[in-house]
């Protein structure tokens, strides 16, 4: 009988960091139902929960520069996105990576009828609400200051200029 997401909690509490790193790979490498219903127990759980975050950060810079690197930064990316929703919202539907075969579109044929001549309709005037009453949150103004450009040095004009002359002149 395989272990419950709870009892697999549980162990995982009483691992040392290699091993729990580990288990996390194994976890992250199954993407199925049970593997979100574990990420949703280690979500209750706020210190595994950061535990695993780390083990899931350790295993992205693990991965990075390997010809796999897409397909796992994925794979934990969907498993973070369980582990960061909160108990009210369920976990964003991006994290969910094969579409159902259910809701794929037949193929529609186009049927060509001749347009009637009509006079090109004018768009109705919009209403242009102010853009401060759009946004919801203060927006930070990022300016632009171009460096300081550097005048060439001049030597100061109170030291006299030196003349050398050639010995026995």
């Known amino acids: 009988m395989p272990p419950t997401p709870a009892s697999v909690v549980e162990q995982w509490q009483s691992l040392p960091r290699p091993v729990l790193q580990d288990k996390v790979r194994q976890v992250v490498k199954r993407r199925d139902a049970e593997a979100k219903q574990i990420w949703a127990q280690v979500r209750a759980n706020s210190v595994l929960a950061a535990q695993v975050r780390g083990a899931l950060s350790a295993l992205k810079a693990e991965v990075k520069g ?3 690197e897409v397909m796992w ?97």
Do not use: C, H, N, Y
Not at 94 to 122: F, G, M, R
């Open 73 to 169: 930064t994925m794979w934990i990316d969907q498993a973070r996105a369980v582990l960061d929703a909160s108990p009210d919202k369920p976990a964003p539907a991006a994290s969910v990576a094969e579409p159902a075969p259910e809701q794929q579109p037949a193929p529609v044929k186009a049927v060509e009828q001749p347009a009637p001549a009509k006079a090109p309709e004018q768009p109705a005037p919009v209403a242009k609400e102010p853009v401060a009453a759009v946004r919801k949150e203060p927006v930070a103004e990022i300016t632009f200051t171009p460096e300081p450009v550097e005048k060439p040095r001049t030597p100061p004009t109170v030291v006299p200029p030196v003349l050398f002359q050639a010995p026995g002149a």
């Open 66 to 68: 390997t010809r796999d």
